[in-house]
T-cell receptor
């Protein structure tokens, strides 16, 4: 069964450093998403991406964040200058249609020290 | 924006009993309501969903009901098994893009 994969599973970085979180969505999907989950809190939407551009983003997704689909298979989330409060689990998801089910990856745990 | 509330936060049931998790939403424009199961160390897995044009949907031991007037929806798991133990999240969406999640319910099925 096709699944969304994410790398790395755990990333530790120092405050102020740039990180790139990587995702490989399900191959025939066209819509891609990033969510985050701070420990003990709700899963929160960050951004959706379709046709090589952002289709929707939340207030959390400020200028520190960017997304890219550098090739036909990868979808990345970049945080330019990490802050302590960026520590969270980051989930990538994909969907074959903007109105259908979203399938989530296993997540990348980001720890900012 | 949308606000989704979920109850209870923890739920323990005996194996074979039923479990019910309830969610409410605030935005009447929401029209898609998925339920996700998250096991330890894994990402959320879609287990069932319902759209606003349907009042109930069932898939084997799992069912979801939706009351649009009251703006609430519920997950029902019958004949629970130990492998049903996990955290369950409800979500609501009105754009098809952004999902608004509940706070999660930690379900424990006691053998």
């Amino acid at each position: 069964e096709p699944e969304v994969t994410q790398t790395p599973s755990h990333q530790v970085t120092q405050m102020g450093q740039e990180v790139i979180l990587r995702c490989v969505p399900i191959s025939n999907h066209l819509y891609f998403y990033w969510y985050r989950q701070i420990l003990g809190q709700k899963v929160e939407f960050l951004v959706s991406f379709y046709n090589n551009e952002i289709s929707e983003k939340s207030e959390i997704f400020d200028d520190q964040f960017s997304v890219e689909r550098p090739d036909g298979s990868n979808f990345t989330l970049k945080i330019r200058s990490t802050k302590l409060e960026d520590s969270a689990m980051y989930f990538c998801a994909s969907s074959d249609s903007g109105r259908n089910e979203q399938y989530f990856g296993p997540g990348t745990r980001l720890t900012v020290t | 924006g949308e606000n989704v509330e979920q109850h209870p936060s923890t739920l323990s049931v005996q194996e074979g009993d039923s479990a019910v998790i309830k969610c409410t939403y605030s935005d009447s424009a929401s029209n898609y309501f998925p339920w996700y199961k998250q096991e330890l160390g894994k990402g959320p897995q879609l287990i069932i969903d319902i759209r606003s044009n349907v009042g109930e949907k069932k898939d084997q031991r799992i069912a979801v009901t939706l009351n649009k007037t009251a703006k609430h929806f519920s997950l029902h798991i019958t004949e629970t098994q130990p492998e049903d133990s996990a955290v369950y999240f409800c979500a609501a969406s009105y754009t098809g893009n952004q999902f608004y999640f509940g706070t999660g319910t930690s379900l424990t099925v006691i053998p």
